[in-house]
């Protein structure tokens, strides 16, 4: 299963392996995370499971639809370059590796 | 005596508001109380990707087990509660357990309208809003060919567009003259009945259902009364839900299409809350006096206000109301509360699949319906918040742009 690094706000780090197929949010609740809130249950719509993945690996991620674009103007903290949201990331063998950081807040 | 806070109910409502506790150190007890086996879990993929793919097996867990031992959260699952000693604040549940608490929240919820015809119980007739029915209804729908739907509204149609999508032949009846007719605008109801209709889906609207036809011990079709019969071998009835108050009502709470709140979310004792679908209460937005709301938004946005009131923080509850549909390609989002509006105006092609409708009042904006049009609903929700006004002549111009009015009317957001 490929692993996944979070990175909490304080700099904490949690490794989790994640089922492949499921999306990052998920991955992330069923591993233990509980920096993702994921109101919506995962349907692009409450922008409250951003993640900030580091510019290496955006190049491997499924782009950014326009709903996703929309919401992440909608985040609570900062949208930067490296925001995504994580309900909208497919998990892959590809993706073994994968750093993502947490926003300080999603709500 | 350690203080209590009993909620009972955990839906999203219930949930939020035992996690907005926490996350604001309240130090007493936290009993979140549900009548499901499961923990927590999400309810809004049920009626759309969870139906599509047959080997998923989790529903979307709210937060990991492990989030309500970390948090002091006391879960009590498969319980219900049967009764309230207001004046002793004791709620007593049907384990035989009694509680005393603090402070009491009704996250009840609401329950599925059911339809009392002849043949309504026959194996092959679903309902669906828990992840139990959810789970029965994939397990029929992917061995389906025939499904009639009862009811036009958002899961008979979220529904109608999946099964379309795995190849089943849908027929919709609906008693109104279109679809949604009670939450969206002619304009937007228009569109969904046609691109609907493109995808094959069948509408028969203005009927009323006779009876489900019982072949053998299971379904077979449905007549309706006008005499009209058509074969099915899965009904789904989606006509809608009753909001949960008799707790409330037996314990002499005001009832008024729902447990009636103030703009607090208090019921008429202050030490009892209602929130969520259950829940009646003044809403700015709204053209009516009261509403009462079945959505994610309003589940989570009362259950922080709840939660802050409990820990002495009150503030009456002024989130702006958005919801949304998907229904196959149709991604419908609504910000604000379109009842009781007089004028439409539409931007973007409503003979495609990407438009806006604008709903006013006289004249002022009650809310925006989209579909596909993900940047119009975000701005509309932001100029609805910040009481941005927008005439009619600015929502027809395409060259107004909204996301810009937004961000300059968008209050300071502290930095994170």
Redesign the interface.
Same mark, same amino acid.
């Given at each position: 299963m490929p692993k996944i690094t979070f990175i909490k706000s304080d700099g904490a780090e949690l490794v989790i392996d994640a089922k492949e197929g499921a999306t990052l949010m998920q991955a992330g609740i069923d591993g233990g995370i509980n920096g993702i809130v994921a109101e919506c249950g995962g349907c692009c719509q409450c922008a409250t499971c951003h993640v900030y993945v580091a510019a290496a690996w955006q190049g491997r991620l499924s782009a950014v639809s326009e709903s996703e674009d929309a919401m992440l103007d909608n985040t609570v903290c900062d949208r930067r370059p490296e925001s995504r949201l994580s309900c909208e990331i497919k998990i892959t063998q590809e993706l073994d590796g994968l750093v993502v950081r947490l926003p300080v807040r999603q709500v | 005596m350690t203080a209590t806070v009993a909620i009972v109910g955990a839906g999203?409502a219930g949930f939020q508001v035992a996690s907005s506790l926490r996350d604001q150190q309240y130090p007493g007890r936290v009993l979140l109380i549900g009548d499901e086996p499961h923990r927590p879990y @999400?309810?809004?993929?049920l009626s759309?990707?969870f139906l599509l793919n047959a080997s998923e097996e989790?529903p979307?867990?709210?937060?990991?087990d492990?989030?309500y031992a970390?948090k002091k959260i006391e879960v009590l699952s498969s319980t219900r509660a049967v009764s309230v000693d207001r004046t002793h604040r004791k709620l007593a549940l049907d384990n035989g357990s009694v509680i005393d608490f603090e402070h009491l929240v009704l996250a009840v919820g609401a329950r599925n309208r059911p339809l009392h015809v002849p043949g309504y119980d026959l194996p092959g007739v679903f309902f669906l809003r828990h992840l139990d029915e959810a789970r029965a209804l994939r397990v029929r729908l992917h061995k389906a060919k025939q499904a009639v739907v009862i009811g036009a509204g958002f899961i008979g149609l979220e529904f109608a567009a999946a099964a379309r999508k795995l190849g089943v032949a849908v027929t919709v009846l609906e008693v109104a003259d279109r679809p949604m007719s009670r939450a969206l605008s002619a304009p937007m109801s228009e569109l969904f009945a046609r691109e609907h209709a493109n995808s094959g889906i069948r509408f028969l609207f203005g009927t009323q259902l006779k009876r489900l036809i019982d072949d053998e011990g299971r379904v077979a079709g449905v007549e309706t009364v006008e005499g009209a019969v058509i074969d099915a071998d899965l009904v789904l009835i989606g006509i809608g839900v009753i909001p949960n108050v008799e707790l409330a009502a037996t314990c002499n709470l005001e009832i008024r299409n729902g447990i009636a709140v103030d703009a607090n979310l208090s019921t008429s004792d202050p030490h009892i809350s209602a929130l969520g679908d259950c829940a009646s209460y003044p809403s700015p937005y709204a053209a009516e006096d009261f509403v009462r709301l079945e959505s994610? $938004?309003n589940a989570?946005d009362q259950g922080?206000c709840v939660a802050a009131r409990i820990l002495g923080r009150a503030s009456p509850y002024a989130a702006v109301p958005?919801f949304?549909s998907?229904q196959g390609p149709l991604?419908l $989002?609504i910000a604000g509360l379109t009842m009781g509006h007089d004028q439409t105006v539409v931007r973007g092609d409503p003979a495609g699949i990407s438009c806006s409708v604008f709903c006013f009042r006289e004249g002022r904006l009650l809310g925006v319906e989209t579909v596909?049009r993900?940047?119009d @609903?975000?701005a509309a929700?932001?100029l609805i918040g910040n009481h941005v006004v927008l005439t009619p002549a600015d929502a027809a111009d395409e060259g107004v742009d909204l996301?810009q009015l937004a961000a300059a009317a968008a209050a300071q957001?502290p930095?994170?």
């Amino acid at each position: 299963m490929p692993k996944i690094t979070f990175i909490k706000s304080d700099g904490a780090e949690l490794v989790i392996d994640a089922k492949e197929g499921a999306t990052l949010m998920q991955a992330g609740i069923d591993g233990g995370i509980n920096g993702i809130v994921a109101e919506c249950g995962g349907c692009c719509q409450c922008a409250t499971c951003h993640v900030y993945v580091a510019a290496a690996w955006q190049g491997r991620l499924s782009a950014v639809s326009e709903s996703e674009d929309a919401m992440l103007d909608n985040t609570v903290c900062d949208r930067r370059p490296e925001s995504r949201l994580s309900c909208e990331i497919k998990i892959t063998q590809e993706l073994d590796g994968l750093v993502v950081r947490l926003p300080v807040r999603q709500v | 005596m350690t203080a209590t806070v009993a909620i009972v109910g955990a839906g999203l409502a219930g949930f939020q508001v035992a996690s907005s506790l926490r996350d604001q150190q309240y130090p007493g007890r936290v009993l979140l109380i549900g009548d499901e086996p499961h923990r927590p879990y @999400h309810r809004p993929p049920l009626s759309k990707a969870f139906l599509l793919n047959a080997s998923e097996e989790l529903p979307v867990a709210m937060r990991p087990d492990s989030y309500y031992a970390d948090k002091k959260i006391e879960v009590l699952s498969s319980t219900r509660a049967v009764s309230v000693d207001r004046t002793h604040r004791k709620l007593a549940l049907d384990n035989g357990s009694v509680i005393d608490f603090e402070h009491l929240v009704l996250a009840v919820g609401a329950r599925n309208r059911p339809l009392h015809v002849p043949g309504y119980d026959l194996p092959g007739v679903f309902f669906l809003r828990h992840l139990d029915e959810a789970r029965a209804l994939r397990v029929r729908l992917h061995k389906a060919k025939q499904a009639v739907v009862i009811g036009a509204g958002f899961i008979g149609l979220e529904f109608a567009a999946a099964a379309r999508k795995l190849g089943v032949a849908v027929t919709v009846l609906e008693v109104a003259d279109r679809p949604m007719s009670r939450a969206l605008s002619a304009p937007m109801s228009e569109l969904f009945a046609r691109e609907h209709a493109n995808s094959g889906i069948r509408f028969l609207f203005g009927t009323q259902l006779k009876r489900l036809i019982d072949d053998e011990g299971r379904v077979a079709g449905v007549e309706t009364v006008e005499g009209a019969v058509i074969d099915a071998d899965l009904v789904l009835i989606g006509i809608g839900v009753i909001p949960n108050v008799e707790l409330a009502a037996t314990c002499n709470l005001e009832i008024r299409n729902g447990i009636a709140v103030d703009a607090n979310l208090s019921t008429s004792d202050p030490h009892i809350s209602a929130l969520g679908d259950c829940a009646s209460y003044p809403s700015p937005y709204a053209a009516e006096d009261f509403v009462r709301l079945e959505s994610v $938004q309003n589940a989570s946005d009362q259950g922080r206000c709840v939660a802050a009131r409990i820990l002495g923080r009150a503030s009456p509850y002024a989130a702006v109301p958005w919801f949304w549909s998907d229904q196959g390609p149709l991604k419908l $989002q609504i910000a604000g509360l379109t009842m009781g509006h007089d004028q439409t105006v539409v931007r973007g092609d409503p003979a495609g699949i990407s438009c806006s409708v604008f709903c006013f009042r006289e004249g002022r904006l009650l809310g925006v319906e989209t579909v596909n049009r993900p940047a119009d @609903h975000m701005a509309a929700r932001r100029l609805i918040g910040n009481h941005v006004v927008l005439t009619p002549a600015d929502a027809a111009d395409e060259g107004v742009d909204l996301k810009q009015l937004a961000a300059a009317a968008a209050a300071q957001i502290p930095a994170c």
